[in-house]
């Protein structure tokens, strides 16, 4: 199985890998021997500290999609540009951190399924190959766990598929240990040359106005005083 | 509903609710439209299909979802926080070509009145990533709509009416998906997700002051600490989040800019942000005990949360 674990380009002064991304790597590394792992970044030259850390990670390959910044930009536009060149690399599956995306909002695992036509599934905690894959069928190989509506649950999915990833109650909290460079895993460079994808540009209305948050702290002096601050819900 | 309802109100909007059902469910019902109405809604739209009714993946519900957004076509679609919205939320605004944003509090233009044609002057906000400041969206000046997870906050008010309409769309079965559920448990961190009063307890709180906390708070407050899947956390968008020990920063829990964050610093170390940490301190209040012990205090106090 081919894995695509999407990155973006960390903001100045983050850590080059957000914890989910970490997450989304030791999943991908987690499934075994004989599959590939991939990370996948757009951006410049300047903007590879993340493929620097994910090859540290253990993945397999790494590549950059060449162009400008995308480092601000909103899902829908770097969704275009990272489904676009995971076309090119024909993956069964695609990884992603949540809320890893600009802003960290979590939407853009769901773009990149849109613009790859694949199915989409956010958040999920665990990835394994199911007993079914382990005995040679095919249809629903994966198995994943997902919280929500008060459950958790389990659910058998089929390849290709698009998913982004949390970091679970189970997961380590330091993420798959670093292994030295191999030699030969550089970061390779991709260009997109689908006429289709011509209309990307670097959009970022849609993320909203940045406004000041003028928020003084106050220091109190109880716990009563504390609380009761804390459930006054004035307006801001 | 109630948020939806404030906002509507002020602005000149419609309020929609929207609902998944199985083909001639059990949901179609005066009852619901009764709830719903005097919830705030000034309509309901009831999503029928085969398969609708299980829990809602876009593999599933998104299909169906999209083509009632189509059919209103509206402004901003709303997802309670803790319900389906992390999962159907994204794929919908990227199927609309619409913005997108989580942990978001309204607030009215003081503008005077709606813009044309009924369209009212509302705009949303959330946090950016490093709590620098804030982004804020107004669907008329992006002219697209916003799909958005509002926080857990707000006050529920019943200022509706029951007598409103039910609209029922037949959605067609959405293709055979490639998932099948296998099992499923309760999510013993629902009740962090769901958390309107969020306490976290950093790792100088000892096990005891924990469980001594647990047993004390009222049922208005959660209290979660090292040991909370990350998840729940980062799911969670309470209206007030107490960080008990300096987490701080490294503390990834979906605020709005409507919340507000207590600290109690326990120790010079961890009342000190960590290198690169320090535009991510948004706490509004802070108590320094100065050494004292807390607890009895603390526990005191939460039991006043309502």
Known sequence: ?236 | MAEARRSAHAAGLTVYALLFDEPHGALRSDALAGVLGRAGADRVLVCEGAGLGAPPLDVTHGRALFTAAERVPPIVILFPCGGPGEELGPPLAVRLGAAYARAVDFRVSEESGPLADGVGRITLRRWRADRSGYRELDPVEIERPIVALLGAHGVVREEGTPDIDVEVIACAPAPEAPVVELDSEPDEMEAVIQARALVFLGPGVSPQVADRLRAEAPAGVVIADGATAPRALAAASPEFLLDVGGAGGRLDVGLSPRARVGLIPLSREGASPAAGESARQVHDLVWDPAGADPWDELAAALRTVP
């Open chain 1, 1 to 236: 199985m081919r894995i695509i674990v999407c990155l973006h380009a960390s903001p100045p002064g983050g850590q080059p890998l957000a914890d989910n991304d970490r997450e989304a790597i030791r999943l991908a590394r987690a499934l075994g021997e004989g599959h590939e792992v991939i990370a996948l970044l757009a951006g410049n030259k300047d903007e590879i500290a993340p493929l620097e850390a994910a090859l540290r990670a253990g993945v397999d390959r790494a590549a950059r999609v060449s162009g400008e910044s995308f480092a601000a930009a909103d899902f829908h536009t770097l969704g275009q540009v990272l489904g676009s060149a995971a076309r090119t690399l024909g993956p069964d599956l695609i990884l992603g951190g949540a809320r890893s995306d600009t802003d960290g909002l979590g939407a853009l695992t769901a773009s990149i399924a849109r613009h790859t036509s694949l199915p989409h599934l956010a958040n999920i905690e665990s990835l394994a190959l199911s007993a079914a894959a382990a005995a040679g069928a095919r249809s629903l190989p994966l198995t994943v766990t997902v919280r929500g509506e008060g459950r958790m649950r389990r659910l058998a999915v089929g390849v290709p598929f698009v998913m982004s990833v949390v970091r679970g109650a189970a997961a380590p909290a330091t993420g798959a240990p670093e292994r030295p460079g191999a030699p030969g895993r550089s970061i390779e460079t991709l260009a997109i040359f689908d006429p289709e994808v011509t209309v990307i540009r670097r959009r970022t209305e849609i993320l909203g106005t940045s406004a000041t948050a003028e928020r003084p702290v106050k220091t109190v002096s109880s716990a009563a005083e504390l609380v009761a601050g804390l459930i006054r819900g004035d307006e801001r």
